[in-house]
Structures are given as C-alpha cells and as structure tokens.
C-alpha cells in the first residue's frame, strides 16, 4: 500500500517500506463475517498493556466537548443500530481488484493517484453510510491536514455532529482494548513530521470478537498496481496483528485524532437542540430547572468546578447571615462600613454583586473569615445544602447554585428583605448585559425580569451564567452553565454558546412549548 505521506523520491521509499510491512503482516480478512457487533469504549488509555516495544507511551487528550469529569473515551460508543451495517456495506460497495476497477474508484473519488487517496476513500465509505453529510465531498479531505486548517475539519466535521478525541504518542502504543474503536469512527494518523500529510481510516466494522477493520488502498499483485480492500486495524487478543500495530504511520507517527458520530436518538426535540448547541465546544456544567419544580436539563451538574464571579452570589449571601447571626439590623449593618474598607458593607456588596468588582469581594470575603471565621462559613454553607461550596478555592456546582439563588427567589434563606436587596442588584442592567442570559432581553416579553451573575475568567479560561427568568406570568426558570474550553475552543465561542443556549430553551421550551 503506498499512500501519500511525503514528496518526491522521499515518498517511493516510504511507500516502498509500507507495502513491505503489509506483505509481512497477516492483517487483512479473508473476508465479512455474518454479523456485526459495534464497539464499546472503556476509559482511556493512560498505561500500554500491549505496546511494541521501543515506542514511546502514548498520552490521551480531549478534543472534544465533555465535562473533565467525563472524559471522552470512556463515553460507550452511541451506534444505532443499522449504522453498523450501513458503513460495512458501504465499504464493500467500493472494494475493488480489477485495475480497471480500482479507477473507477478513484474517478468517482475525484483523485488521480491512489498514493493520496486515503481521505477522500474514508470520506467516501462515511459518506455512503449517511455519517457525513451529503455536501461534504470526498475531494474536501484530500491532503486535508484538520491540525493545520481547523476550520475545514469543522465544516466537514462539526462538534455537534462529532465527538472529536485527540491521542498523543505513536498509535501503535494505543490501548485499543481499553478504548475500542467502533464502526464510523474517522482516524487521522499523524505523521512523524509536521510538514507531511497524515493518513486517514475509516472503521467499516468491529467483528464478534472485537477485531476492528478499514478499507484502504493495498498493493495489488502486479507491481505498481493496487487493490481498494479490508484491512485489519488490530485485534484485541493479539497485538502484534493489525495496521494500526505495524505500519509506519502507526509505528513512528506522532499521534492520532479521532472523530465519531454522535447519536441524539431518543432524546427529545429540545434536549437535542441544548444538546447539539453545548457539543459545539468547550465542557460544561449546566442546569436547567423550574424554579420550586423540576429539572428541565442537566449535564455535569453535581461536578465541583470553578464558577468564576458567579461565587459572589454565595459570598453576597453568606455576608448578609452574618449581619443576622450578629443581631445587627440589616439597615444598621449595611451603613457600617468594615475596618479600613473606606466603603459600607451596601457600597461594597453593590459593587461586588452588580459591578462584579473584585477589590469589593476581596473586602467582604476578608471582613468575613475575621468576623465570623471559617468553620462558621463551612457549617452555614452546608446547612443550605451547598457541601461543595468553598470561597477559597472558589469551586460550587451548578445544582448547588440553583439552590442559592431559589432560596433568595423564595426568600428561604436571608429573609424576604435581605433577599430583595441582592434579587435588585442581580437585576441590575450593567455593561455587557447584551450577551449570555442577559441576551435574551431582546426575545422576553414586556415585564419580564433577569436575576443574573456573569462570570468571566482569561487565565484559567472560564465563561459563565447563572440566573432566574421570570415571565410576566409569573413563570420562573432558573438557568446556570459554566463553561471552560478545549483545544478547538475559544473564549468567544463559549460565550456565544452561552448567548445561543439561552435563546433556543427560550424559543423550544417557551414559544414552541417542547419539554426536553
């Protein structure tokens, strides 16, 4: 098998090692087995079990959209049930031996040589099976390197559609046991040099016993000549077996992308929509939930993350008890001012809460741990039912911020006035409240009411919303998603999904009427 990975004589000589691996390897099938049985993914691989010797241990990174609390591989593989079968036919129907043959293929793949033709062969077996959509053409992935040109590979590739998973090291070292592929996945091999082109792999099937497969082009028999048939990816019982053991790209590569499609069968029309705008990018924690009712949609609620400014809300709540714990009268309390502030505890709570300032959190969170000390700050946060709540480090849950703000909603835990103070400086319309939940001022209706906290961070990276929208009916939902990007995410991007979830719970949930 001779595909392109370099230029020139460079590549007559490569070309030559591979097809001599291949005929010392006895990794291609005789042939389909009766039935198909889809992978199942295991958590990923951080020790080799099976490694060939010599090669370095390979490290696993996301690229995708999950929670850090769910990594990606450790996701069971979501096939429906006829995807399976619907890529190993597809692949058969390209299998070819005769010359002529084997040009009718690469006619109809738009390419003139079969030593570059890896992308648009995988493209095409994706294709066929409807994984890739219909305008996504097999030429789109020739000499596409997805590291260099992101852009392209989501366009062709979209995280919603995709879950996108990145593996550092030779793909030879791979634990492909603990984290089997499955039918549909897309591999990209990376070569050993940046400058050159890596090789892509469809996965047309996994038989019975686990062995997964892919079309390629292979060295026919006459020489210089090739065949479009299977290959044996790796066989979990026997790791010296397969493509994936053996060839060069596999052996001295730098590492390997995988995509596999996602599945939203079963979910309902709005979970699907939510679902499809989080999977864009970035992790996340989120929660939705009728404020005094029922989880509407959740993902990675109960992890313990950093919530950014949001922790303010907390803060803010906790220094309002301790006025009540003290038995100063909230008006009194909130003129006094704490020792060398230069401000009142109302000046500095209105410029934390409202501002988001943080000299004035810094201020009150100090005042705080000196007057009332730390064990009452960790007993009083239990005692709401917040246990992973901490000021310092600054980490909550989404779940547990919906209890904050539910209980100054329903005044259950600082009192109706108490609570009416912070409800106001939520509300408050500062700068930047264009965007995020704030963004959906333009779509509510006349009367209708945003009790929100943004929180924003550069260093670590962290774009975050918290809030309860009242309708004029009286209706309230309360909405947080905190989110914290990968390495195909940016700071805007989080922040427009946030804007984009918003709106569509609003126009699914709201105009349309759909419950997830």
């Avoid at 790209?249 to 679902?275: I, K, T, V």
Wanted: aromatic content about 8%; proline content about 8%.
């Amino acid at each position: 098998m001779c595909i392109k990975r370099t230029k020139g004589w460079v590549s007559l000589l490569l070309c030559l090692a591979v097809s001599a691996v291949l005929q010392g390897c006895s990794g291609t099938s005789a042939g389909y087995q009766a039935s198909f049985t889809p992978g199942t993914a295991a958590p990923e691989a951080t020790e080799r079990t099976d490694a060939i010797p010599g090669t370095p241990e390979p490290s696993v990174t996301r690229m995708a959209p999950a929670h850090a609390a769910t990594p990606e591989m450790t996701e069971t593989p979501v096939i429906e049930p006829s995807l399976a079968d619907r890529v190993a036919e597809a692949a058969r129907s390209l299998e070819a031996e005769a010359p002529e043959s084997v040009q009718a293929v690469l006619a109809r793949l738009g390419v003139d040589s079969a030593q570059s033709a890896d992308g648009p062969l995988a493209a095409e077996v994706l294709r066929r099976a409807g994984v890739l959509p219909g305008e996504a053409s097999p030429r789109h992935f020739w000499l596409l390197d997805p590291l260099k040109d992101p852009a392209a590979a989501e366009r062709l590739l979209p995280h919603e559609d995709f879950v996108w998973q990145k593996v550092n090291g030779p793909p030879a070292a791979y634990d492909y046991p603990a984290g089997p592929l499955a039918p549909g996945d897309l591999l990209y091999l990376l070569p050993a040099h940046e400058e050159y082109i890596g090789m892509y792999l469809a996965v047309s099937r996994v038989d019975v016993e686990g062995r997964a497969y892919s079309l390629i082009f292979q060295p026919g028999g006459r020489g210089g000549e090739f065949q479009v048939g299977e290959t044996l990816l790796y066989d979990p019982s026997d790791p010296t077996q397969g493509w994936l053991r053996n060839s060069p790209e596999a052996r001295f590569g730098r590492g390997m992308l995988r995509w596999r499609p996602r599945s939203y069968g079963g979910m309902a029309e709005l979970e699907a929509r939510l679902n499809r705008i989080l999977n864009r990018g970035g992790k996340w924690s989120v929660l939705v939930k009728t404020v005094g009712g029922e989880v509407a949609f959740s993902r990675e609620a109960d992890a313990a993350v950093h919530p950014a400014s949001i922790i303010k809300v907390p803060l803010g709540i906790l220094v309002l008890e301790s006025f009540r714990e003290e038995s100063r009268p909230l008006s009194e309390a909130l003129e006094q001012a704490p020792p060398q502030a230069g401000r009142t505890y109302g000046q500095l709570l209105h410029a934390m809460l409202a501002l988001s300032e943080e000299t004035a959190t810094d201020l009150l969170e100090k005042d705080l741990r000196s007057r009332m000390g730390e064990g009452w700050i960790r007993t009083t946060l239990d005692g709401w039912g917040a246990p992973q709540t901490t000021l310092e480090p600054r980490r909550t849950t989404a779940r547990e911020l919906d209890r904050f703000f539910e209980g100054l909603f329903d005044a259950s835990l600082i009192g109706t006035d108490a609570s009416r103070m912070l409800l106001g400086w939520l509300s408050e319309i500062t700068a930047g409240d264009s965007v995020r939940l704030a963004g959906l001022g333009s779509m509510l209706p006349e009367g209708s009411v945003i009790y929100n906290k943004r929180g924003s961070l550069t260093n670590p990276v962290i774009v975050a919303d918290a809030g309860i929208i009242v309708l004029p009916g009286g209706e309230a939902t309360f909405l947080c998603l905190l989110g914290y990007p990968d390495e195909w995410t940016t700071f805007e991007e989080l922040d427009q999904i946030i804007t984009d979830f918003g709106m569509a719970w609003y126009q699914g949930a709201v105009v349309e009427g759909l419950r997830p």
